[in-house]
């Protein structure tokens, strides 16, 4: 689970980032989720956009996909949603201790 200051410090980083895939009709295909998990595992900070043909609520989407992948939601501000996961090959962001 991720304290405050980890939170924030990952929001903080996932300013700079753009969302790399997007959320449409389809709404949460297998494909996406695989995708996404793959990301993760290169990147370990990942923003996704929900697009606005997307009936699903993204709260919803982003706990979802978090589960899926075994990744935690670090924020969802109106249709982007921002992930994280801890690399298992190579880590590479440090978080801040509690």
Do not use: W, Y
């Not at 991720?2 to 959320?23: D, E």
């Not at 924020?75 to 996961?85: E, S």
Request: hydrophobic share 45%; aromatic share 2%.
């Amino acid at each position: 689970m991720l304290n405050s200051k980890q939170r924030a410090a990952l929001m903080s980083m996932a300013s700079h980032v753009t969302p790399i895939f997007q959320i449409g009709k389809a709404s949460l295909t297998p494909e996406i989720v695989q995708a996404v998990d793959l990301a993760l595992e290169k990147r370990e900070l990942v923003k996704l956009s929900v697009l606005k043909n997307c009936a699903d609520d993204p709260k919803e989407l982003a706990e979802m996909i978090a589960e899926r992948t075994r990744s935690q939601v670090v924020q969802v501000i109106g249709k982007k949603i921002v992930l994280f996961r801890v690399s298992k090959k190579k880590p590479v962001i440090q978080l801040p201790k509690s």
